[in-house]
């Protein structure tokens, strides 16, 4: 059965700083892997995917995410963070041809200025 | 290009009680989700349509939730009767290729 951990459930970091949120994932093919960013009483947000192809993907607001598949890991980063990139970021697999998504715990990420 | 609307955002109910919540799909996104949201559990899906096909039905949540799809536009979940362990987001998505989420329910059962 797939899997997502995101092991750290809160990470708080200064603004300016750079960022790195974890996510392995547990599955035996290559999944299609998702981050997405959930802000007070909104909905979950896109904010990068990866199908195929360059394991480095942009996303949106700077962040970009690594795909190693010799790790199973998925970690997102930003070079800079901005107070308002606080928020809760989800990271999430499906397999290729296959509706259900499994996602993680969540990352509780806290800029403090 | 209007996305997933649930309404209402909010709903305060009386155990026992039935309540209804709504969900509007993105235009052309053949498949739409229910997702529960807590602290504890993290997202668990409820229900899965492909094509207002009901595919999935959530298991363990069959017992007191009913989602429906009576066209491709609209889709609603029925809680009946609600319990105070039914406090939650309920979350509503559509995809096509890509999951785009609703901004949820925050149902309170007191």
């Known amino acids: 059965a797939q899997s997502v951990t995101q092991p750290d459930a809160r990470v708080t970091v200064s603004e300016g700083a750079s960022l790195q949120l974890r996510c392995k994932y547990s599955?035996?093919?290559?999944?299609?892997l998702f981050w997405y960013v959930q802000y007070p009483r909104q909905g979950l947000q896109l904010l990068l995917k990866?199908?195929?192809?360059?394991?480095v993907v942009q996303g949106v607001n700077g962040f970009e995410a690594e795909f190693i598949k010799s790790n199973s890991s998925f970690h997102l980063r930003k070079a800079s963070v901005h107070w308002s990139d606080s928020a809760v970021y989800f990271c999430?697999?499906?397999?290729?041809?296959?509706?259900?998504?499994?996602f993680g715990a969540g990352t509780r990420l806290k800029v403090i200025a | 290009d209007a996305g997933v609307t649930q309404t209402p955002r909010h709903e305060v109910a009386e155990k026992g009680q039935t309540i209804i919540l709504k969900c509007e799909p993105v235009s052309g996104h053949n498949d739409l989700f229910w997702y529960r949201q807590t602290k504890i559990q993290g997202l668990e899906l409820l229900s899965y349509?492909?094509?207002?096909?009901?595919?999935?039905d959530g298991g363990a949540f069959k017992d007191r939730f009913k989602a429906e799809m009576l066209n491709s536009s609209f889709s609603t979940l029925k809680i009946q009767p609600t319990e105070p362990k039914d406090s939650a987001v309920y979350l509503c998505a559509s995809s096509r290729t890509e999951v785009f989420f609703g901004k949820g329910t925050r149902l309170t059962v007191v």
């Open positions: 599955y035996s093919g290559t999944p299609y």
């Open positions: 999430a697999v499906r397999r290729t041809g296959n509706y259900k998504y499994v």
């Open positions: 990866y199908y195929s192809g360059d394991p």
């Open positions: 349509f492909r094509s207002k096909s009901l595919m999935e």
